[in-house]
C-alpha cells in the first residue's frame, strides 16, 4: 500500500470534509423544508407539497442562502446539530391535524367520569 505524503493527504482530507458538509446540509436543508411545509399546511391548502419542496431546493438564491446558515450552524454546533435534526425529522412524522385534537377532546368527558367510579 503506497503511503500518502502530505500534499495528497491534504487533498483527500478537503475532499471527505467538502462531501461531508455538503450531505449534512442537504439533509438540514431537506429536513427543515419538509417541516416548514408541513407547518405552513397547517394554516393553508398545499397542492402538492412535494412539488413545493423540489421547486423551492431548485431555487438558486434559497438554496444557497439556506445552505450556507446551515453549513454555519454545523460549524458552530457539530454533533448537536444531530440532535436537532432528529427531533426535526421526528416532528415532519407527527400528525398537527385537529383531527387528532378532537378526538381527544370528545373522549376527555368520558374518562374524567369513569374515574370518580373505578376510585370507588
Given at each position: ?19 461531508i458538509g455538503a450531505k449534512t446540509t442537504d ?53 448537536a446539530l444531530a440532535l436537532v435534526n432528529a ?34
Amino acid at each position: 500500500m503506497k503511503r500518502l505524503d502530505d500534499k495528497d493527504l491534504m487533498k483527500y482530507h478537503t475532499r471527505y470534509e467538502n462531501y461531508i458538509g455538503a450531505k449534512t446540509t442537504d439533509s438540514l436543508i431537506d429536513n427543515f423544508l419538509s417541516l416548514a411545509i408541513k407547518a405552513v399546511g397547517l394554516v393553508v391548502k398545499i397542492d402538492d407539497a412535494g412539488a413545493l419542496k423540489n421547486e423551492l431546493k431548485g431555487d438558486f438564491i434559497i438554496s444557497k442562502e439556506v445552505s450556507q446558515y446551515f453549513g454555519g450552524l454545523a460549524l458552530r454546533y457539530g454533533s448537536a446539530l444531530a440532535l436537532v435534526n432528529a427531533a426535526v425529522i421526528t416532528a415532519k412524522h407527527v400528525d398537527f391535524s385537529e383531527q387528532n385534537t378532537e378526538q381527544i377532546t370528545e373522549q376527555s368527558p368520558v374518562i374524567i367520569e369513569e374515574l370518580p367510579s373505578n376510585a370507588e
